[in-house]
C-alpha cells in the first residue's frame, strides 16, 4: 500500500464516490444502533420492574430482548462494517468505488429489511432460533442487500490499481464470503417449512452465531483496526507474518467453536467446540501482538479521538475473545452456561469491540467523504468517553454478577429465587452503564445527522444558486 | 497471501470445512433420528404432543418465554446408590455394628465417613439411603454384604450435577431424543427462571399455570417474572360464572362484576407446559425412578 497516494488526484473523486452510499448505510446504521440500545434499556428496565410496559404484547420481554440484540447486531455492525469496508477497499484500491448505486440500492434493502425483521420480532413472528430470530421475508432483504454490497466492493478490489494486497484485505475480502454463506445455510435450514428434526436446530443455530459474532466480527473488525492504526499512527503494519498467522489461525480454529459444553446433542460436538475455542486463543494473541506491536510508542494525541475507539476495540476483542472461548472449557462452562456471563460477553463483543471500531472508523471516515468537519468535534471526543465507560460497567457486573450466580446454583442451600436476587443486584449496576451507551451513541446520531442535513443543505443550496444565477458570460452566445 | 484467488481458497476451506463438521455431520447423525424406546418398557419415547401442546409452542416461541428459560438439564455424571428397604430379622442397632464391622474392607475405606453420616440419628426408619457413589463395584460389594445377613436393600442409578440434586429441575440429563417433535427447539441460554423441562411434572396444574402467567407474583411473591395478561381476557360475569374464570385474590382480581378468563393462546400455552416432562429413562440417559423404591 502507498501511504501517500491519498493526495494524488484521484483521492477527491474517490471520496465523492463513496459519499452516498456510506451516507446511507452509516445514516440508517446509527439509527438502528439507537433503537437497539433503548429497547435494551426497556428490556433491563423489566427486570427492575417486571410491570412496566408489560402489558403491551409488542413489548414483552421475550420480544423486546432479542429485538435489542438483532438491531444492534443486523442494524448496526453489520451495516456500518459494509461501509466501513467499501471506503477500505476503495481507498486501498486506489480508485473510486465501483458501481457506486448499487450500495445505495443495498443500504435502503438492508434498512428496509431490519425493519421488517423488528417489526416481525415484537408482532411475535419471530423465528424462535436465537440471532435468526428475523422472519423470512427480512432474511431475504438482508441477504440479498449484502449480496449487492459485495459486489460493489467485489469489483472496486477487481479493478483496483494497486495491485500489491495489504492485511487489511485478507480479512475484509473473508468477510465477505463468509456472511453469504453462513446466513444462507442457516436461514435455509431454519427459517424454511420443515425444519430439520430436533437439536440438529440449535446446532446449526450455534454454528452461525459463533461465525457471525466470534468470527465475522473479528474479520469486519481487526481488519478495519489493521487499516487504521497504522494510517493514524503514521508507520506501517508491526508484523505481516503475524497478522496472517493470526488470520489463517482464526479462520481455521474459530469455526470451530460454538456448540455450548452442555448441549444434549452427541459428546464429540461440544469436544469439537472446546477444542476449537482452545485453539482459538492462538489467533487472539498473535492478533494482539500485531496491533500491540504497531501502537507502541506511537506518538499520537488521542484525548477521545478515532484512535482511542480503535485502540478500545482492539483491545476489548482480546478480552471479550478470550472470556468467550473460556466459556467453551468444561470446567468453567459448568458454572457460566445460562447465567448472565454469556450475555455480558456477547455485549462486550457487539459494543466495546464491534462498536467501538466502527464508530471510530465512521469518526475518521465520515469528515474525508464529506469534505468538510464534523459538526460536533467535542461530543465525538464525549462519545468515547461515555461509550468506553459505559460498555464496561454494562458488561463488567455482567460478568461477575454471571460467576456469582453459576457458584449460587451450585449450592443447594441457596434456593433459586435467591441466587437471582444476587445477580438482580449486578443488573442494576449494568442498567446504568446502558444508560451512558445510550448517551454515547446519540453524539453518533447528532453527528451524523447534522452532517447529513447540512450537505443536503448544501446541495438544496447550489441548484437554487444554479437556477436563479445568471448565465455565465462564456455560455452566452454571441 | 499475494492474490485475491489465495484468500479466496483459504477462506473456503476454513468455512467448508466447518460447515462440514459442524452442519453437515449433524444432520446425517441427528437427522434421520427417530423415536428410542424407554429403559425397561415399551413405551416410545418422545410422544407426539397433542393439538393444542403443539399450537402451544408457537405460543411460547412468540412470547419468547426461551429469553428467560432453558429447557435442558445438565448432568455431570451418574451414581450409584444403595438403600436398604427391610432390615429382615435384625435390629437396627445390630445393623449399624454390623455396617461398622464392614468399614475394615479395603473398597469401603474411602466411604467409611460417609457411611456412618448416613447412619447418625437413625433409628431404624425405612428406606435408608446407605451409601452413594459413582463407582458401581463398591456399591454392588455392598449390596451383596447386606445381601448374605438376609438385609433387604436397593440399588438405584441415581444422575448426579447441581440441576439435578442441587436445583430439583430433573431426573436425567435432557438428550437429543427428547427434542424430537419440537418445531422449533426451544432450548435457550439465559436462566433468568428455573428450567421448564420438566414443569409439566412440576407444576401440573393448568389453572396454577394461568394464575402464574396472568399475575406471577399472586403464586410467587419474589417474582421477576413479567405478567402475560395479554393473553387473558377480563369480560363482566355472565348470568354463569365461567368455570375457568381465574381465582385470583383480591390484590390481583380486575374489580368486582369482572372475571378473567384464559385466551386460547393462555389455553394452548398451559397445555404445551403440561407436556413438558422428561421423566422417563432412556438407554443414553438411565435413572431409577423414585417410585420402585417406596
New interface residues.
Given amino acids: 500500500m502507498n501511504q501517500t497516494a491519498n493526495k494524488s488526484d484521484c483521492s477527491g473523486e474517490l471520496e465523492a464516490s463513496l459519499r452516498v452510499p456510506l451516507l446511507a448505510l452509516f445514516g440508517g446504521a446509527v439509527i438502528w444502533l439507537v433503537v437497539g440500545l433503548v429497547l435494551g434499556l426497556i428490556a433491563a428496565i423489566k427486570f427492575h420492574a417486571p410491570e412496566f410496559l408489560s402489558a403491551c404484547p409488542l413489548l414483552t420481554y421475550g420480544r423486546v430482548a432479542p429485538a435489542a440484540n438483532d438491531a444492534v447486531l443486523y442494524g448496526f455492525c453489520l451495516p456500518a462494517g459494509l461501509g466501513v469496508m467499501l471506503w477500505i477497499f476503495a481507498r486501498l484500491s486506489q480508485r473510486p468505488l465501483a458501481l457506486p448505486v448499487v450500495p445505495v440500492v443495498a443500504a435502503h434493502l438492508w434498512h428496509l429489511g431490519v425493519l421488517v425483521g423488528l417489526g416481525g420480532i415484537l408482532a411475535g413472528e419471530s423465528t424462535g432460533h436465537l440471532w435468526l430470530e428475523f422472519p423470512r421475508a427480512a432474511a431475504v432483504l438482508i441477504f440479498a442487500a449484502f449480496l449487492l454490497v459485495a459486489l460493489s466492493a467485489a469489483a472496486t478490489f477487481g479493478w483496483r490499481r494497486e495491485r500489491n494486497l495489504y492485511p487489511s484485505h485478507w480479512f475484509l475480502f473473508a468477510a465477505l464470503l463468509w456472511f453469504p454463506w453462513i446466513y444462507s445455510t442457516a436461514n435455509l435450514l431454519l427459517v424454511s417449512h420443515t425444519l430439520p428434526r430436533g437439536v440438529v436446530q440449535p446446532v446449526i443455530g450455534w454454528w452461525f452465531a459463533n461465525n457471525l459474532i466470534f468470527v465475522w466480527l473479528a474479520l469486519m473488525g481487526i481488519g478495519t483496526a489493521f487499516y487504521f492504526l497504522p494510517k493514524i499512527a503514521g508507520r506501517s503494519l508491526a508484523s505481516s507474518g503475524y497478522a496472517l498467522f493470526g488470520f489463517l489461525t482464526l479462520i481455521f480454529f474459530g469455526t470451530w467453536c460454538g456448540i455450548p459444553q452442555s448441549a444434549p446433542v452427541p459428546a464429540w460436538l461440544p469436544a469439537a467446540s472446546a477444542l476449537g475455542a482452545l485453539l482459538s486463543v492462538i489467533p487472539l494473541l498473535a492478533l494482539a501482538l500485531v496491533a500491540k506491536k504497531t501502537v507502541s510508542g506511537a506518538n499520537v494525541a488521542c484525548l477521545g479521538g478515532p484512535f482511542c475507539f480503535i485502540k478500545f476495540g482492539v483491545l476489548s476483542f482480546v478480552l471479550s475473545g478470550v472470556l468467550y472461548v473460556s466459556q467453551f472449557c468444561p470446567r468453567y462452562s459448568l458454572i457460566l452456561d445460562f447465567t448472565w456471563f454469556g450475555f455480558g460477553v456477547t455485549q462486550w463483543q457487539l459494543l466495546g469491540f464491534a462498536g467501538m471500531i466502527l464508530m471510530g472508523a465512521i469518526y475518521e471516515i465520515l469528515p474525508k467523504v464529506m469534505g468538510q468537519p464534523l459538526p460536533f468535534p467535542k461530543l465525538a471526543r464525549w462519545n468515547f468517553f461515555f461509550f468506553a465507560g459505559g460498555v464496561l460497567l454494562f458488561v463488567i457486573p455482567l460478568l461477575i454478577g454471571g460467576v456469582e450466580q453459576g457458584m449460587q446454583w451450585h449450592d443447594a442451600r441457596v434456593p433459586f429465587a435467591d441466587a437471582s436476587a444476587v445477580a438482580l443486584k449486578f443488573l442494576r449496576v449494568s442498567t446504568t452503564g446502558q444508560l451512558l451507551v445510550l448517551l454515547g451513541s446519540l453524539c453518533l446520531l447528532l453527528n451524523v445527522f447534522v452532517m447529513t442535513i447540512q450537505w443536503k443543505l448544501g446541495l438544496v443550496k447550489s441548484v437554487l444558486a444554479y437556477l436563479t444565477s445568471p448565465l455565465a458570460a462564456s455560455e452566452v452566445k454571441p | 497471501?499475494?492474490?485475491?484467488i489465495s484468500?479466496?481458497i483459504?477462506?473456503?476451506v476454513?468455512?467448508g470445512?466447518?460447515?462440514c463438521?459442524?452442519?453437515l455431520a449433524?444432520?446425517l447423525?441427528?437427522?434421520?433420528?427417530k423415536e428410542t424406546v424407554v429403559l425397561q418398557s415399551a413405551d416410545h419415547w418422545p410422544q407426539q404432543r397433542t393439538g393444542d401442546a403443539t399450537l402451544g409452542l408457537q405460543v411460547y416461541?412468540?412470547?419468547?418465554?426461551?429469553?428467560?428459560h432453558?429447557e435442558?438439564i445438565?448432568q455431570?455424571g451418574v451414581a450409584t446408590e444403595v438403600t436398604v428397604t427391610g432390615l429382615g430379622a435384625h435390629q437396627p442397632d445390630d445393623f449399624g455394628a454390623f455396617v461398622k464391622s464392614l468399614f475394615i474392607l479395603p473398597t469401603l475405606v474411602e466411604y467409611t465417613n460417609a457411611i456412618a453420616a448416613s447412619l447418625q440419628g437413625w433409628h431404624g426408619e425405612l428406606p435408608r439411603t446407605l451409601l452413594t457413589s459413582a463407582n458401581q463395584q463398591v456399591v454392588s460389594e455392598m449390596a451383596n454384604r447386606l445381601k448374605a445377613i438376609g438385609v433387604k436393600s436397593e440399588t438405584r442409578i441415581v444422575p448426579q450435577g447441581?440441576d439435578i440434586?442441587?436445583?430439583g429441575w430433573g431426573y436425567r440429563?435432557?438428550?437429543?431424543?427428547?427434542?424430537?417433535?419440537?418445531?422449533?427447539?426451544?432450548?435457550?441460554?439465559?436462566?433468568?427462571?428455573?428450567d421448564l423441562s420438566n414443569i409439566g411434572v412440576r407444576m401440573p396444574d393448568a389453572n396454577w399455570q394461568w394464575q402464574h402467567l396472568y399475575a406471577?407474583k399472586s403464586v410467587?411473591k419474589?417474582?421477576?417474572?413479567?405478567?402475560?395478561?395479554?393473553l387473558f381476557e377480563v369480560r363482566p360475569v355472565g348470568h354463569v360464572p365461567s368455570p375457568d374464570a381465574l381465582k385470583l385474590a383480591a390484590d390481583f382480581a380486575p374489580g368486582p362484576g369482572l372475571e378473567v378468563v384464559p385466551k386460547p393462546e393462555a389455553r394452548q400455552l398451559a397445555a404445551y407446559l403440561l407436556s413438558l416432562k422428561a421423566n422417563v429413562p432412556l438407554y443414553e440417559a438411565p435413572f431409577t425412578p423414585v417410585t420402585a423404591v417406596k
Fill in positions: 497471501m499475494k492474490t485475491g484468500i479466496f483459504a477462506a473456503f476454513a468455512l470445512a466447518s460447515w463438521g459442524l452442519v449433524p444432520s447423525q441427528l437427522g434421520g433420528a416461541r412468540a412470547s419468547g418465554c426461551a429469553a428467560c432453558t435442558q445438565r455431570t447441581d440434586i442441587a436445583r440429563q435432557s438428550v437429543a431424543a427428547d427434542y424430537l417433535y419440537d418445531q422449533p427447539v426451544q432450548l435457550g441460554g439465559l436462566r433468568a427462571g428455573p406471577p410467587v419474589t417474582s421477576t417474572m413479567p405478567s402475560f395478561k395479554f
